[in-house]
């Protein structure tokens, strides 16, 4: 007897008597055989095909994922759910599942056989913006990021504003192009963000207290562009890489340092592999090198917990130098949330989902941000640090929306030094 596939006639009785009781034909159909062998398998196979999508397709199902999977935290997702999904004919370029994706990284630091969703959401998402499936918000980021240079549709000339009430000197490259040490990007979110711009003025004030050579482009800045990068807009972050390089090379300067762990990474991680090197710190690094020359006038008496950026911490491995910065303040008592450092949940900002949150909406219980900030009070914690310019924004909302106005408070590490250096 050969070993070939045997597939049972289905059975579509009109009516069928079942231990003395008469059916009708609709339930009959209940009885019926599952053909699961004509799953369509093409939309898989494409994504297997695609540079970058192959590991999807390595998944064996262990389950590992699952567990840490922030998206199938508050919902029903996860690496091996998505393949699991084209096994069985859902079409990935097509499928809502697609834009869920933060790239938070936490499956591919537990999954053995390395399925790599930062390599395959990108992947599957550049041809989905190619034949036009994008969700309507995030083709409006991607119109304002290519027309204006920032993901805010904000006019360039606005970049600056955020100095007006810094109360210290901020030197721009364009009016005084001598050399300087660091080369300062503010990114789009603590340039035109209110909030933002309160910790871009912080920020000033610290580097200007600890005598840092700095400099910022103005007007001239654009986005580094990482986040549209993973959501799929790969054209549009090269043009980005282009216009910042010939930028760059205008000015001489020592390194760059960024407020943005987006923009850190694609400057530590992609810029290389277009044939463009440079040093570069997020601003905490900056910072916590200078810890020793940190000098304090004001006690901040309050426990303080820390969300780690997935962009700073899993993506780049750094953990220390934001929590060096915290516990340097005098009368600060540090906590740690539950998952934190490498197993960090996501505040659900990366890899485009910041601009798509009524689009998650749809497929989440909660935010991601919400479950965090829970997560943040549970610690008995007054204040949440962060040192990502998506966050703020994200958790304030969060801790109005579960209730917890008056019990935890947002601010930046620039924000607490800058208060306790004062
Ligand atoms: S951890 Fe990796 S191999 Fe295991 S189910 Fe998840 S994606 Fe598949
Ligand atoms: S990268 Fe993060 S959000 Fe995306 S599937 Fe993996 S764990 Fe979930």
């Not at 069985?88 to 933060?102: E, R």
């Not at 490259?173 to 979110?189: A, G, Q, R, T």
């Not at 603590?190 to 910790?199: E, K, N, S, Y």
């Not at 909660?366 to 958790?395: K, Q």
């Amino acid at each position: 007897m050969g070993l070939e596939k045997q597939h049972p006639d289905p059975i579509e009785k009109e009516g069928a008597v079942v231990e003395g009781y008469a059916l009708a034909g609709e339930w009959n159909r209940m009885f019926e055989q599952r053909v699961i062998w004509d799953y369509d398998f093409t939309p898989l196979e494409k994504i297997g095909e695609l540079p970058g999508g192959e590991s999807l397709n390595w998944c064996y199902g262990c389950g590992k994922c699952i567990p840490v999977c922030p998206v199938d935290i508050v919902g029903d997702y996860g690496p091996r759910k998505i393949h699991r999904k084209g096994q069985m004919g859902v079409d990935l370029f097509k499928d809502p599942d697609l834009w869920l994706c933060t790239t938070c990284g936490n499956c591919l630091r537990v999954c053995p056989k390395e399925v790599d969703m930062i390599q395959i959401m990108p992947a599957v998402r550049e041809v989905a913006v190619g034949e036009g499936n994008v969700p309507a918000e995030l083709q409006s980021v991607f119109e304002k990021t290519a027309r204006y240079g920032n993901a805010l549709g904000e006019n360039p000339r606005k970049r600056v504003e955020w100095m007006k009430d810094a109360a210290t000197p901020v030197r721009i490259l364009k009016d005084d192009p001598s050399p300087v040490d660091v080369l300062f990007l503010i990114e789009d979110y603590w340039a035109f963000h209110p909030r933002g711009r309160d910790a871009a003025r912080a920020n000033a004030r610290v580097l200007n207290r600890l005598g840092v050579d700095w400099a910022i482009l103005g007007a001239e800045e654009k986005t580094i562009g990482d986040s549209q990068r993973l959501a799929g807009e790969k054209g549009l972050f090269e043009m980005l890489v282009e216009d910042n390089v010939a930028l760059f090379s205008k000015y001489e300067f020592g390194r760059i340092v960024t407020s943005d762990p987006h923009a850190f990474n694609a400057l530590r991680n992609e810029y290389p592999k277009l044939g463009h090197s440079y040093e570069v710190l997020h601003y905490t690094q900056l910072l916590g090198q200078l810890v020793p020359k940190l000098t304090f006038s004001k006690r901040i008496d309050a426990k303080v917990t820390f969300h780690d950026p997935c962009y700073l911490g899993r993506h780049n491995g750094e953990y220390d130098a934001p929590r060096a910065l915290i516990e340097a303040i005098p009368g600060v008592e540090f906590m740690e949330m539950q998952r934190c450092r490498a197993n960090g949940y996501c505040c659900g900002g990366g890899g485009g989902a910041m601009w798509l949150d009524s689009f998650t909406a749809d497929f989440t219980s909660e935010r991601l941000s919400e479950r965090r900030v829970r997560e943040a009070v549970e610690t008995g914690a007054d204040i949440l640090a962060i040192c990502c310019p998506y966050e703020v924004s994200r958790f304030e909302d969060a801790v109005k929306s579960t209730g917890n106005d008056g019990k935890l408070i947002v601010r930046d590490i620039a924000e607490l030094l800058d208060e306790a250096m004062s």
